[in-house]
């Protein structure tokens, strides 16, 4: 079955911190990823997506994420976190439904909290 | 600007009653998608659509249904048969529905059954 899995429900870092968000998958082929952010009661944003060829992404607000085939893993890192990224992130897949279209696929997100 | 626009932001409703959530967008994407959120749960899909007159179900489609008219709307009901519909609401759109695009969101309506 297709799936998206955070393990880590809640990450709590300290400013200036580095910050990493894990992120698997279960999908059979070539997989489309993505990486949103949400701010509460908000809708979600796009920090970055992986399609094809270099395996190491970069998106906005200085994030980047590395898909790792073997580990079927799209995590997502920020080498030092500000106060104004805490938020919650989703890690999603595009997947091939029974009638061809695609559908995404989220995560149950990870809520970031950032100590001052 | 291009986008999506969800409406009204937050709404009420009395049980047994059906409601319309409203998704516009002018991106002129051809796929659209509904999502409900619940705390701890994350995004699950309720319906989509790649193209006018046409839609399918998700993975919690019981108690909503969906009408595709035009290309840039996308209206939810959510029925009396949806036994818990108090959550947070959110419509997508995708420039195509045979992948290698990512969804945009609006920003949510919060429906709360009083």
């Known amino acids: 079955a297709q799936s998206v899995t955070q393990p880590d429900i809640h990450i709590t870092v300290s400013e200036g911190a580095s910050l990493e968000l894990r992120c698997n998958y279960s999908y059979g082929a070539t997989p489309y990823l993505f990486w949103y952010v949400q701010s509460p009661g908000q809708g979600l944003q796009l920090l970055l997506k992986?399609?094809?060829?270099?395996?190491l992404v970069q998106g906005i607000k200085g994030f980047e994420a590395e898909f790792k085939r073997s580990q079927s893993s799209f995590n997502l890192r920020k080498p030092s976190v500000h106060w104004s990224d805490a938020a919650e992130y989703f890690c999603a897949v595009a997947a091939r439904a029974t009638s061809g279209t695609y559908k995404y696929i989220f995560g149950t997100g990870t809520r970031l909290k950032v100590l001052a | 600007d291009g986008g999506i626009t969800q409406s009204p932001k937050y709404l009420f409703r009395k049980e047994g009653q059906n409601v319309t959530l409203s998704c516009e967008q002018n991106?002129?994407?051809?796929?659209m998608y509904w999502y409900r959120q619940d705390p701890g749960q994350g995004l699950r899909l309720i319906y989509y659509s790649q193209i006018v007159n046409d839609f399918q179900k998700g993975d919690i489609a019981e108690g909503y249904s969906v009408s595709r008219e035009k290309k840039e709307s996308f209206p939810l009901t959510v029925t009396s048969a949806q036994k818990n519909p108090t959550a947070f609401y959110l419509c997508?759109?995708?420039?195509?529905?045979?992948?290698?695009?990512?969804?945009?969101f609006g920003q949510g309506t919060r429906l709360t059954v009083v």
């Open positions: 991106l002129n994407h051809d796929a």
């Open positions: 992986y399609f094809s060829g270099d395996t």
């Open positions: 997508a759109s995708s420039l195509s529905s045979q992948g290698g695009t990512e969804a945009f």
